[in-house]
């Protein structure tokens, strides 16, 4: 068995200008226009032998955003920074930064009505 089983994520928006936005402007990434199966998309920067695993944002029939679904959390540099952006793009704060086992965690909505979580490593 793989010890990191994570391989890719899709965060469902209903608007995609409105997502791709938020999420440029919230981590100061660019995203790719694309599609999947004829679902519109927005990938997120992948690289070959990168740390981690990549997605897109995924709008179609088939994607409804949600706060009790799945929750992913999304690596950044700087928490603070990155909670403040996101009340500046009129995100909502669900949980305030903590302190958690080596690292900090924050959770946000995004502009969908996502639940998304921060992380920064100590």
């Known amino acids: 068995m793989r010890a990191n089983i994570g391989a890719y994520f899709e965060i469902p928006v209903v608007n995609m200008n409105r997502a791709i936005n938020f999420y ?3 981590l100061e990434i660019e995203l790719e226009r694309g599609s999947i199966h004829g679902y519109e998309m927005a990938f997120f920067p992948y690289e070959d ?3 981690g695993i990549s997605g897109a944002l995924a709008k179609g029939d088939v994607y409804k955003p949600s706060i009790d679904g799945v929750f992913l959390y999304l690596e950044i540099d700087d928490i603070d920074l990155a909670i403040s952006k996101a009340v500046e793009l009129g995100s909502e704060v669900l949980l305030e930064k903590i302190e958690a086992d080596s690292c900090f965690i924050a959770e946000i ?7 998304i979580g921060l992380k920064q490593d100590f």
């Open 109 to 115: 909505k995004d502009s969908e009505g996502n639940r």
């Open 49 to 51: 032998n990168g740390v």
């Open 24 to 26: 440029q402007s919230l």
